[in-house]
Nanobody, 124 residues
């Protein structure tokens, strides 16, 4: 079992940056794939980025490619999402997720562990 807690959300102007962090509690963190999703009011949960268990492979949604970067530190049991050049349409609750499948998960139903989320608001 893995418990996930996100931090780092907040209010930022368009063009600014934020760094989200997800702390994991559990002995299996280094064996699971990790990802970030987001959900805006009235919209479905949207895939943002994923990283494999070693951190050597990453994959991004087209909407954030080139602006966001996912990374992990297995020694600290953390996974981060660096968000640059933020746009108002990036406004959402951002959720950290873990998948027992070490790589390849892209859909929310493929992830087994979820955090509570952290709010990111980008003003125009």
């Amino acid at each position: 079992q893995v418990q996930l807690v996100e931090s780092g959300g907040g209010l930022v102007q368009a063009g600014g940056s934020l760094r989200l962090s997800c702390a994991a509690v559990g002995r299996t963190f280094s064996s699971i794939g990790m990802g970030w999703f987001r959900q805006a009011p009235g919209k479905e949960r949207e895939f943002v980025a994923t990283i494999n268990r070693s951190g050597g492979s990453t994959y991004y949604a087209d909407s954030v490619k080139g602006r966001f970067s996912i990374s992990r530190d297995n020694a600290k049991n953390t996974v981060d999402l660096q968000m640059n050049s933020l746009k108002p349409e990036d406004t959402a609750v951002y959720l950290c997720a873990g998948a027992r499948t070490s790589w390849g998960a892209r859909n929310a139903y493929e992830f087994d562990y979820w955090g509570q989320g952290t709010q990111v608001t980008v003003s125009s």
